[in-house]
């Protein structure tokens, strides 16, 4: 059964540094979506992408978060400056878009530490 | 925005019937219901979805009541590997977000 991959399952950063967390969604699906969850709270919306542009984002999605789709393939999300804040699990998530096919399908997800 | 509420936990002895209730009271007319569990830290796993009618598949059974405010969730032999957070999702009207509430913590008891 096709699903959504993530890359790296963890990830360990000094606050200010850069990363990008990838992401692999399901093949042929169209959207695409990134959550967080800080550790002991809810699942909060980031980010939504279709079409090789940001459809929506939240207030948390800052200047300091950028997302891309470099080739056909990956979607990433790439945190500029991090900040002890961002130490969370981030779920991307994907779906096909098309009509009767509107379900998301989340990855297993990379664990975030910031230091 | 659809909001749904959930009781914050329940208990079910394993091989028994789960049901799993939520209010979703302020759904739009052509909103779906999705429900989602958590195990552990890992990824939402997608269980069903249903609109009006009542739906099952293969984990799971949906019952939508006829005003569509409320559903309740059923796992109808409920094992160890079902303890998780159950999460019941209506999703924003307008956009495909997905808004998550703090879900049900349901433990399955040996």
């Known amino acids: 059964e096709p699903e959504v991959t993530q890359t790296p399952s963890h990830q360990v950063t000094q606050m200010g540094q850069e990363v990008i967390l990838r992401c692999v969604p399901i093949?042929?699906?169209?959207?695409f979506y990134w959550y967080r969850q800080i550790l002991g709270q809810k699942v909060e919306f980031l980010v939504s992408f279709y079409n090789n542009e940001i459809s929506e984002k939240s207030e948390i999605f800052d200047d300091q978060f950028s997302v891309e789709r470099p080739d056909g393939s990956n979607f990433t999300l790439k945190i500029r400056s991090t900040k002890l804040e961002d130490s969370a699990m981030y779920f991307c998530?994907?779906?096909?878009?098309?009509?009767?096919?509107?379900?998301?399908?989340f990855g297993p997800g990379t664990r975030l530490l910031v230091l | 925005d659809a909001k749904t509420t959930q009781p914050t936990s329940m208990d079910c002895a394993e091989g028994r019937a789960a049901n799993l209730p939520c209010n979703h009271s302020?759904?739009?007319?052509?909103?779906?219901v999705y429900w989602y569990r958590q195990i552990h830290s890992q990824g939402p796993q997608y269980i069903i979805h249903?609109?009006?009618n009542n739906e099952t598949n293969e984990m799971a059974s949906l019952i939508i009541t006829e005003d569509r405010k409320s559903s309740t969730l059923i796992l109808p032999h409920a094992t160890l590997r079902d303890t998780a957070v159950y999460y019941c999702?209506?999703?924003?009207?307008?956009?495909?977000?997905?808004?998550f509430g703090t879900g049900t913590r349901l433990k399955v008891l040996a």
């Open positions: 302020t759904i739009s007319g052509n909103e779906y």
């Open positions: 999702i209506v999703r924003v009207s307008g956009t495909y977000k997905y808004i």
């Open positions: 093949s042929n699906h169209l959207y």
């Open positions: 998530a994907s779906r096909a878009g098309t009509s009767g096919q509107e379900t998301q399908y």
């Open positions: 249903g609109l009006k």
